[in-house]
């Protein structure tokens, strides 16, 4: 009368908590709306029912930055944007990622005037960059898996302040 007769043939499953947050932080990303040109139709496009986001457990995209821990920003970003977007990172809670979807997020794409930010990255700190112009849904989805595997990589020390 044992453990071994208890469980049966289910087998044990150990890990660590480290890797069961991980694990949970990637299964429940909840992403922040936030389309600002061309690219939000394909990210639109990720969420519908033909690449269903919902199996990456990204059932619906959050309007309010208080209730979303990932940001893909899809499109370009005008100076006068900028702070607005800061503003919205700045309200995510701990821990939170960016994605910086598109050319025009990544670097300012075919817009190099004084206008359109050069990439995102000079106003918030970008996880993963997925180029194109737009690109593809299937490009979105690999940029996430991209930032599942920099999630399950992190310590929970990291996060600690």
């Known amino acids: 009368m044992g453990i071994i007769s208890k469980l ?12 069961a947050v991980n694990w949970g932080r990637t299964r429940a990303m909840w992403p922040m709306l936030f389309g600002l040109a061309c690219c939000a139709i394909e990210m639109m496009a990720t969420q519908a029912a ?17 209730q979303s821990d990932l940001m893909i920003v899809a ?40 206008a359109i930010l050069q990439g995102v990255d000079e106003v918030v700190p970008v996880d993963v960059y997925i180029a194109g112009c737009p690109p593809r849904p299937e490009q979105l989805i690999d940029g996430i898996m991209t930032l599942h595997e920099k999630v399950m990589k992190e310590k929970l020390t990291d996060w600690a302040t």
């Not at 049966?8 to 890797?19: A, D, K, R, S, W």
């Not at 457990?57 to 930055?65: C, Q, V």
Request: charged fraction near 20%.
């Open 8 to 19: 049966g043939n289910m087998g044990v499953v150990t890990t660590t908590l480290e890797q």
């Open 50 to 66: 033909h690449y269903d986001m919902s199996r990456f457990g990204m059932e619906l995209m959050r309007a309010s930055p208080r």
């Open 75 to 114: 499109g370009r970003v005008s100076r006068k944007m900028a702070p607005v977007l800061r503003r919205l990172y700045d309200q995510m809670p701990l821990p939170k990622w960016v994605i910086a979807m598109g050319d025009c997020a990544s670097c300012g794409g075919v817009f190099n005037n004084y």
